[in-house]
Structure formats: C-alpha cells, structure tokens
T-cell receptor, first 111, second 114 residues
Framework: EDQVTQSPEALRLQEGESSSLNCSYT??????LFWYRQDPGKGPEFLFT???AGEEKEKERLKATLTKKESFLHITAPKPEDSATYLC???FGFGNEKLTFGTGTRLTIIP | DGGITQSPKYLFRKEGQNVTLSCEQN?????MYWYRQDPGQGLRLIYY???????QKGDIAEGYSVSREKKESFPLTVTSAQKNPTAFYLC?????????????FGSGTRLTVV
C-alpha cells in the first residue's frame, strides 16, 4: 500500500539546536514530494517541492533534500518562531493528481 | 491580496442537519480541493475539482457533496449521512490539478457536532 510516514511524531529542540525531520514513502512513480508548515488552527503553508533524488531546496533556516525513498527537512539554528507542525505530501503515479499527506512532525523550539 | 477565504471559522451542527462550508479564492486557480484533518491522521481528500461544473470524489467522499458553479467558489456540504463529521476542514487551490507549485490553503473551518 502506498503510504507516507513522518518521524518523529514530535520534536523539542533548544533554540539554536539543529536537527532533521524525516519523511519516508513507499509509492511507485514519485512525481513530487511537498513540504508544508502548519501553525495551530491554520491551514498549511507551502514550503518546497522536490522532484528527483539528489535535489535540494532552501529557505531561510530550512533545507529539504530528497533520496529515492525519503526526504529530510533540515532545520539549522532554529528560532522559537520555527515552532509548527511540518507536513510532508507526495504525488505519485500517472493520471493521479492527488497528494497523499503524512501525519506531520510537531516541532517545538524552546527559547 | 490574493488568497483563499473559508467561512465560517467555527461551525456547530446538530444531529441530522446538513451544513455548508464556504470556500472562495481570488487567485484565478483552476483546481480546488477539500481536505479533512483529524488528530493523528494526515489530511484526507474529500473532493476535488479541475474546472467549473466538474468535480471528482476523493478518498472519503461518502456523506459529503460539492458544487463548482463558479471558478472562484467550491462549497462543501456535510450531510446527515456523514456519521462522524467533527473535524477541521481545509479548502485548497492550485494553478493546475496536482499543484506543481504547491497548494494554497485556506485557514480552515472547525466543525463540531453538538
């Protein structure tokens, strides 16, 4: 069964303590992996799209990377305002334009 | 500013009642989507639409209905047939179906059965 798994479920870091979030997928014919940020009670905000193994995208303190079976969202020297839930989603197959979402990683940055 | 507006932010439904959630976008996006979000679960697709007057069932369409009479609007009706409607509902849009450039989400409607 095609699925998307994110780990860890929750992560608490001290301000400035770098770490990585993981998104692994078991799908056939990946046609895009997406990262979103979601603040409590709000809709997700688009961060990155990755299409092929080896691709990397950066935005401020965030860098997303992609391999054949997983993606990492690296956060460098995080600040309290980076606290949020980070969602991963994949699009796979041909003729299937839907996104399948993971359950997210809840990140808390402690001042 | 362009974006997606969902209303209301909070909605309470009585047993056996139909309710309609509003979703309006001014981004000139062709594709629109409805997702449901429950604690501990990923977003699940209810319905999606690529063009006006056309829409497709997602993974959990039972108990829901939609319409797409205008490009800007994609309302979702939660019918009495939906047995567990309490959830956070998110509307999204994208330039084209599949969203190569990402989806733009609204701020959500939290529906509670009372």
């Amino acid at each position: 069964e095609d699925q998307v798994t994110q780990s860890p479920e929750a992560l608490r870091l001290q301000e400035g303590e770098s770490s990585s979030l993981n998104c692994s997928y078991t799908v056939s014919g990946l046609r895009g992996l997406f990262w979103y940020r979601q603040d409590p009670g709000k809709g997700p905000e688009f961060l990155f799209t990755l299409y092929s193994a080896g691709e990397e995208k950066e935005k401020e303190r965030l860098k997303a990377t992609l391999t054949k079976k997983e993606s990492f969202l690296h956060i460098t020297a995080p600040k309290p305002e980076d606290s949020a839930t980070y969602l991963c989603a994949v699009r796979f197959g041909f003729g299937n334009e839907k996104l399948t979402f993971g359950t997210g990683t809840r990140l808390t940055i402690i001042p | 500013d362009g974006g997606i507006t969902q209303s209301p932010k909070y909605l309470f439904r009585k047993e056996g009642q139909n309710v309609t959630l509003s979703c309006e976008q001014n981004l000139n996006h062709d594709a629109m989507y409805w997702y449901r979000q429950d604690p501990g679960q990923g977003l699940r697709l209810i319905y999606y639409s690529q063009i006006v007057n056309d829409f497709q069932k997602g993974d959990i369409a039972e108990g829901y209905s939609v319409s797409r009479e205008k490009k800007e609007s994609f309302p979702l009706t939660v019918t009495s047939a939906q047995k567990n409607p309490t959830a956070f509902y998110l509307c999204a849009s994208s330039v084209s179906l599949g969203g190569n450039y990402g989806y733009t989400f609204g701020s959500g409607t939290r529906l509670t059965v009372v």
